[in-house]
Structure formats: C-alpha cells, structure tokens
C-alpha cells in the first residue's frame, strides 16, 4: 500500500506544477497578442488607482522635476511608483511595451499561487485535526477530502479575472500579494512578515486596513477551527462517561490534553502591533522622502487615500458608486459618502463575533464586502476573494446557488465589454446599459456573500450532530 501511496502522491504533485506551468505559458502568449488585446483600456481590468499607464505617467512626471500627483493622472504609491516606474520606460526591441512590468505582474501571481497554497494546506491540517478531536466519522471515512490548498491555488491561477488583470497591466497583483502575504504570516503566526504584508496592503489600497481584525484573530486563536464551544462539550461528555472516583483525574487529563484548541493568546497579537508600528514609521519615513519635494505626507494622503475617500474621478467601473454620485446633488454627497463607506465599517463587529472561530474565512468575507463597496473596484479585487473561497471547499460544499452565481459571473463578464461599447463607441446605449451590469455584479457579490456565510454556518452545525446524538444516547 506504501508504495501506491507515494506514487499517488507524485502524481497529484505533478498534476498540480503542470496546471501551474501552463497558466504561465497562457500567460506569456497573451502577452504577446498584439497590444495586449487592448485589456489595459478596460474599466473593468484598469481603474484610476492600478492603471499601469497612469503610473508610467506619474514616473513621466517625476523625471521632469513636477509633482507624481500633479493633474488627475497618477493617485498611487510613491513607493510602488519607484519600483514600477523604470520598467514601464524600459523598451526591448521587438517586444511589447511593458514586457518587464508584465513579467512582474507574472512573478506576483505565481507567488500569490503558492501561498494560497500553502495557506490552504496548513487551514487543510487543522481542518482534518478538528474533525479527529470531535470524532465526526462520517466526514474521516470519506475516501479522501479534497486538498484545498491545490484548488485554491488553481482557481486563482485560472480565473479569468486573475487572466486579465495580469495582461491587461494592472497593479492589482502587487496589492494581492501584500494582502495574500499578510494571511498567510498570520496563519504560520509570524508576526514580522504578518505585520510587514498588512502594512503595505493598507499603504496601497487602505481597504484592507480592516483585516486587522481576522489577522489578530489568526494570530491569536491560530487557524479556522469549529466553534469552541464543541470541543468543550465534547470534553464534558469524556468527563461524564467514567466512574465518579475516576472523574477528578480524568477531568485534569482532559482539560490539559494538548489537542484542544487553545484560548486566545495576547504574545503574537502584541509582537504583531509591534511590528506594525515599526513598518508603518519605516514606510512612512519613505514616503517622506520620495514626496518631500511635492508637498509632504499631507500632499501624498490627499492625492492617494483622500482620492479613495471622496470618489473624486466618475469615470466607469464595476462598482456602483461612480453612477450614483455623478447623479446625486453636491448638497447631499459628503452624506452618501458616509453612508457607503461606513456601511463597511458597520459590518465589521457583527461578523467579528458570529466568525471569530474562523478568521480566515472572516477575512474572505472582509475583502469580498469591500471589493463590492470600495470606490474604483477592478476584477483584480473579485480575483482575490474567488481565489481565497476555493480554501474553503470542504466546509462549502453543499453551499447553495453554486451554479446560479457561476453562470452569473460568466453572464455579467460577457456583458459588461458589450454595453460599454453600445454606449461608449456606438452611441446606441446610454450609462445605465453599462451600470445595470453594474448592479447585477453588485447582487451576485451579496448572493456570494450570503451564501457563503450560511454555508459555514451549516456546517459548524452539522459538526454539532454527531455530540448532541451522543449526549442523547449518554441519557
């Protein structure tokens, strides 16, 4: 049986590094079509914060001694500005424009690939742990669990979304991999590189400032687990089983038997805080002084997270707030700005507490709300929270609408290129043929949302059957 085993093993190894190695030659041949098929132009793949063009711009603009942020062009990182700016300049005879810029974008996914990967294996371990300490034979005596971490990996490699964002030169990679590399130092509860990929994530897009909720959580709880409370009740039914003499002893051996998930612990969560002050000052202090001839910090916070906040640029995207406030009065959008930006913030609590025992899929949650909510949202962003959902495909299996918001995605992608050209080029169509794409995105990302919480939800009470059952014999 070993050596099946081991050959078994190979093979889903290399099943996995062929599937990786062709979404990179997928790449590279996309690449090479002539201008890209003109992806960088899409609203869909390019937005006024990861437009690679604006950012070739700003470094335009830099080189000539005048402010990055002069004009309505470039609103980005002067860190990410440095680093991506002499690649777009940089031309090789013969290849596209932007070919080094593209291999990056290349680099990141296959980065962002693996430690999802790897993510995926360490929730897996624990997954298959939990089930072991409340002794849920139905799901150990399946012939085997589906290895999320792979399908995680894969998914994010070959979603369309993922594709385009990747050729049409977006900056969107680069902000996933800060956010993929954040969850992935708290699930290994390394607080330095933790610390370091939620700094840059919020440095970059300030949306993902709110995972420092589910990254505490992480930190201090370790990986996804059932409810506490389960394990707890399964320690009260091993207690009550043996004799009244034998219950003291047994209760000690119980309640300090190593495989029980352990209580909150403040050490990681403090040297992460810790961390995170060092970073941000070290960030802070470059930013300083790449923007010290342009105004200052207060300059660099209002071209980049102050053009965030207020929705400045109306131009089209996906997202629903460009429409509604180029309809809505002057004397009512400080209003509606609030109103949508803290409809994001009011989510936060109430889903920190009902999934508290699952901060990583507390995070998947946190991002797919945001991606929906924030003010220049890109397929890049809905290209995370599909990759992170695959980590989840044991416990969401039986999730309801699966193939309604499949099709969906696929309708609303086909779509959306089509009524931007009625209305843009062809002057057949108007604004709301492109924004009622708009909305039916928006919808299917609440359907996905929804669904996935009750999914979760389900099955941390499915979980609980197999106890109540045997608590019920015990009587």
């Not at 792979?150 to 979603?159: E, M, Q, R, T």
């Not at 099709?407 to 009524?419: D, E, Q």
Request: with cysteine; hydrophobic share 50%; net charge positive.
């Amino acid at each position: 049986m070993e050596p099946k085993e081991q050959s078994k093993e190979k093979k889903e190894k290399l099943w996995f590094w062929n599937w990786l190695i062709a979404s990179v030659i997928f790449r590279l041949v996309l690449i090479y079509f002539p201008k890209n098929l003109n992806l960088a132009s899409r609203p869909e793949v390019s937005t006024p914060l990861t437009s690679l063009r604006r950012l070739a711009e700003g470094y335009w603009l830099k080189q000539l001694s005048v402010s990055p942020y002069a004009g309505s062009m470039y609103h980005g990182s002067p860190l990410l500005l440095s680093l991506l700016g002499p690649l777009t300049v940089k031309r090789i005879e013969g290849q596209p424009d932007h070919l080094l810029c593209s291999l990056v974008f290349v680099i990141a996914d296959i980065v962002n690939a693996m430690l999802i990967r790897a993510t995926g294996q360490n929730l897996q371990m624990e997954y298959i742990r939990s089930l072991k300490l409340l002794d849920h034979v139905k799901l150990l005596e399946k012939p085997e669990i589906i290895p999320s971490g792979d399908i995680a990996a894969l998914v994010y490699l070959w979603n369309p979304f993922t594709i385009v964002a990747c050729v049409g030169l977006s900056t969107s990679p680069i902000e996933n991999l800060a956010i993929i590399l954040s969850l992935y130092g708290a699930c290994k509860r390394q607080a330095p590189l933790a610390a370091f990929g939620w700094v840059i994530a919020t440095h970059l897009s300030l949306y993902p400032a709110i995972l420092i909720i589910p990254m505490i959580l992480l930190l201090g709880y370790g990986p996804d687990t059932p409810p506490r409370k389960l394990f707890l009740q399964r320690r009260n039914v091993e207690v009550g089983d043996n004799p009244p003499n034998d219950r003291c002893c047994e209760r000690e051996e119980v309640v300090h038997r190593p495989e029980v998930p352990h209580i909150f612990s403040w050490r990681p969560v403090i040297h992460f805080l810790c961390w995170t002050s060092l970073w941000s000052v070290y960030v802070l202090v470059l930013c300083g002084i790449s923007v010290k001839r342009y105004g200052g910090l207060w300059e660099l916070f209002k071209r980049t997270y102050g053009f965030m906040l207020t929705v400045q640029d109306l131009s089209p995207n996906i997202g629903v707030l460009w429409y509604f406030f180029a309809e809505v009065f002057d004397f009512f959008r400080n209003f509606f700005l609030i109103v949508f930006h803290g409809n994001i913030l009011f989510m936060m609590l109430p889903l920190a507490i009902r999934l508290k025992h699952r901060p990583c899929f507390l995070a998947f949650v946190y991002i797919a709300i945001s991606s929906m909510l924030k003010s220049y949202p890109s397929v890049g962003d809905s290209a995370l929270y599909l990759g992170l959902l695959g980590l989840f495909v044991n416990e969401l299996a039986d999730m309801q609408f699966s193939f309604f918001l499949f099709c969906g995605y696929v309708g609303v992608s086909l779509l959306s290129p089509v009524m931007h050209n009625l209305w843009i080029w062809r002057g057949t169509g108007n604004a709301n043929f492109y924004f009622a794409t708009a909305m039916a995105y928006a919808c299917l990302q609440i359907i996905l949302v929804v669904e996935s919480v009750s999914a979760m939800l389900n099955h941390d009470r499915m979980l609980r059957k197999p106890l109540t059952e045997l608590q019920d014999g015990k009587s």
